[in-house]
T-cell receptor, first 114, second 111 residues
């Protein structure tokens, strides 16, 4: 069966510090991968998605970046965190091809930027 | 611009009664709709979905209704149970790669 791992579960970082959140998927090949953020009082906002190694699409311009160095690994990074980067970050995957509507989410990372 | 809207941020229902969660969308190209359930500090989990070719889909206590002309869908939970207390996200997809989510409705089912 497929599983998705996301870590760390919680993170407290000072403003201006770097960020690296990692996500890996097991039990499937060539998945679509996604990073979402749930900020306080807001819904789930798509940040990045990837349909293959090295292929990253950004939905929202910001100081975050994503990389996909391996087929089942997705990394969210920042060189300098802002206060507004605080939120609950979720990694998700879906099967390649249509329909790919059903997303499977990781357990999330609660990021607090102080 | 929010293409999927859940205008009720919270809902409180007594155990055993019906919970109705509403969702509106603006993009007429959306053709598949999903509901996700999320507990605190966890990722959302898929609950139920409906294709635009249908107007109703039922799965146990959960039923989703779709009104395409009104661009409106709703999730009915009957009977509601305390374990149903969670945040419910409505989501929609058309030809794009990713789901468009609403802001969520926090459901509280009281004993």
């Amino acid at each position: 069966s497929q599983t998705i791992h996301q870590w760390p579960a919680t993170l407290v970082q000072p403003v201006g510090s770097p960020l690296s959140l990692e996500c890996t998927v097991e039990g499937t090949s060539n998945p679509n991968l996604y990073w979402y953020r749930q900020a306080a009082g807001r819904g789930l906002q798509l940040l990045f998605y990837s349909v293959g190694i090295g292929q990253i699409s950004s939905e929202v311009p910001q100081n975050l970046s994503a990389s996909r160095p391996q087929d089942r690994q997705f990394i969210l990074s920042s060189k300098k965190l802002l206060l507004s980067d605080s939120g609950f970050y979720l990694c998700a995957w879906s099967s390649q091809g249509a329909p790919n509507e059903k997303l499977f989410f990781g357990s999330g990372t609660q990021l607090s930027v102080l | 611009d929010q293409q999927v809207k859940q205008n009720s941020p919270s809902l409180s229902v007594q155990e055993g009664r019906i919970s109705i969660l509403n969702c509106d969308y603006t993009n007429s190209m959306f053709d598949y709709f999903l509901w996700y359930k999320k507990y605190p500090a966890e990722g959302p989990t898929f609950l139920i979905s409906i294709s635009s070719i249908k107007d109703k889909n039922e799965d146990g206590r959960f039923t989703v209704f779709l009104n395409k002309s009104a661009k409106h869908l709703s999730l009915h939970i009957v009977p509601s149970q305390p374990g149903d207390s969670a945040v419910y996200f409505c989501a929609a997809i058309g030809s794009g790669y990713a789901l468009n989510f609403g802001k969520g409705t926090s459901l509280l089912v009281t004993p």
